[in-house]
C-alpha cells in the first residue's frame, strides 16, 4: 500500500525550531519529486517547499525562504522539513504529498495523515 | 506568484444536481491545473490532473475542462459522498491553491 507518514509535529515558542519527518512506502521514493503542504485551521492549503526526487532541486514559498529548509533521504525513504525561526503564523496542519509524475512538476496523488504545529508562547 | 480564484465560495446544492465549480487564474498556466476534494479531518484527495484527466479510482460522474486561465469542475449528479471542499491547484509556476469551494446540503 501506498503511504506517507508524518511526525515531528508539537509545540513550539515563537523564534523555536522543529524538523518533521515523512516516512515513505509502497512506492519508488527515489523515482518521485515531494512536497511539504500546509494547511491553518479553515483555510485552504498552501504549498510550502518542493523538492526533486533526486534531492539536487529545491523550492520555497515566499513566507518560508530562508527559515526552512526541505531535503530527503532516499536511502531511508525519509523527506524533511527543517523550520527555523518560527512564528504564529507557521501554526497548521503539515502535510507531506507525492508528485503524480517524474521529472516534472505534477499533481499530488500521494497525500500523509498530517502533523500538527502549534507556535504559541 | 500566480493566484488561484475559485467561485462560488460556498455552493448549495441536492443530490442529483449538475454542479460547477469555476477557478480562473491570474495568468496563462496552459493544462497545468488539478481538482481535489477534502472532506474534514482529511488530507485532500486528487481528482482531476492536468486539467481534465480523471484520477484512478474517481468516479466517471467527475469531469474537469479549460486551458489556460479558465477552468472548471463539473459533478454530473452530486451523490452524498460529494459534499465536501474542493480546491483547484495550478503547478505551472511552483504550486498555488485556491481558496476553496464548499459543496453543502441545500
Known amino acids: 500500500e501506498v503511504q506517507l507518514l508524518e511526525s515531528g509535529g508539537g509545540l513550539v515558542q515563537p523564534g523555536g525550531s522543529l524538523r518533521l519527518s515523512c516516512a515513505a512506502s509502497?512506492?519508488?521514493?527515489?523515482?518521485?519529486?515531494m512536497a511539504w503542504v500546509r494547511q491553518s485551521p479553515g483555510k485552504g492549503p498552501e504549498w510550502v517547499s518542493g523538492i526533486s526526487a533526486s534531492g539536487r532541486t529545491t523550492d520555497y514559498a515566499d513566507p518560508v525562504k530562508g527559515r526552512f529548509t526541505i531535503s530527503r533521504d532516499n536511502s531511508k525513504k525519509i523527506l524533511y522539513l527543517q523550520m527555523n525561526s518560527l512564528r504564529a503564523e507557521d501554526t497548521a496542519l503539515y502535510f507531506c504529498a507525492k508528485d503524480e509524475t517524474t521529472g516534472t512538476e505534477s499533481a499530488f496523488d500521494i497525500w500523509g495523515q498530517g502533523t500538527m504545529v502549534t507556535v504559541s508562547s | 506568484d500566480i493566484q488561484m480564484t475559485q467561485s462560488p465560495s460556498t455552493l448549495s446544492a441536492s443530490v442529483g444536481d449538475r454542479v460547477t465549480i469555476t477557478c480562473r487564474a491570474s495568468q496563462g498556466i496552459s493544462r497545468w491545473l488539478a481538482w481535489y476534494q477534502q472532506k474534514p479531518g482529511e488530507a485532500p484527495k486528487l481528482l482531476i490532473y492536468?486539467?481534465?484527466s480523471l484520477e484512478s479510482g474517481v468516479p466517471s460522474r467527475f469531469s474537469g475542462s479549460g486551458s489556460g486561465t479558465e477552468f472548471t469542475l463539473t459533478i454530473s449528479s452530486l451523490q452524498p459522498d460529494d459534499f465536501a471542499t474542493y480546491y483547484c491547484?495550478?503547478?505551472?509556476?511552483?504550486?498555488?491553491f485556491g481558496q476553496g469551494t464548499k459543496v453543502e446540503i441545500k
Open positions: 509502497g512506492f519508488i521514493f527515489a523515482g518521485y519529486g
Open positions: 491547484q495550478q503547478y505551472y509556476s511552483q504550486r498555488t
Open positions: 492536468d486539467a481534465s
